[in-house]
């Protein structure tokens, strides 16, 4: 069965670095794009990055410039590096499966069809 298991969360300060991790199995992982989502308490979850089978990457405006995603095909991995974390980072994030071989729309969250458990960040002041 298809898992996506996110890891490397954490509480850090405004500044910092992180890195995210996605590992995933139960499919051909490199047969498919991969975004990462997030979710803020009492928003609505919003699209973060994407990257194609190929490589190419797709990010929302919020991050461009400070994050950037990346995937390893030979470890099933797709990461998602956050750099100058902002207070308004905060969230829980996701990483996601996309249903769809079109990379015009991979910052929508309906294109997806298999999520993570979500790992939480948490950017203090």
């Known amino acids: 069965q298809v898992q996506l298991v996110e890891s490397g969360g954490g509480l850090v300060q405004a500044g910092a670095s992180l890195r995210l991790s996605c590992a995933a199995s139960g499919f051909t992982f490199n047969s498919f794009h991969m975004g990462w989502f997030r979710q803020a308490p009492g928003k609505e979850r919003e699209f973060v990055a994407a990257?194609?089978?190929?490589?190419?990457?797709l990010y929302a405006e919020s991050v461009r410039g400070r994050f950037t995603i990346s995937r390893d095909n030979a470890k099933s991995t797709v990461y998602l590096q956050m750099n100058s974390l902002k207070t308004e980072d905060t969230a829980v994030y996701y990483c996601?499966?996309?249903?769809?071989?079109?990379?015009?729309?991979?910052?929508?969250?309906?294109?997806?069809?298999?999520w993570g458990q979500g790992t939480q960040v948490t950017v203090s002041s």
């Open positions: 990257i194609s089978r190929s490589g190419v990457t």
């Open positions: 996601a499966r996309s249903r769809i071989l079109s990379t015009m729309l991979l910052n929508t969250g309906g294109n997806y069809d298999y």
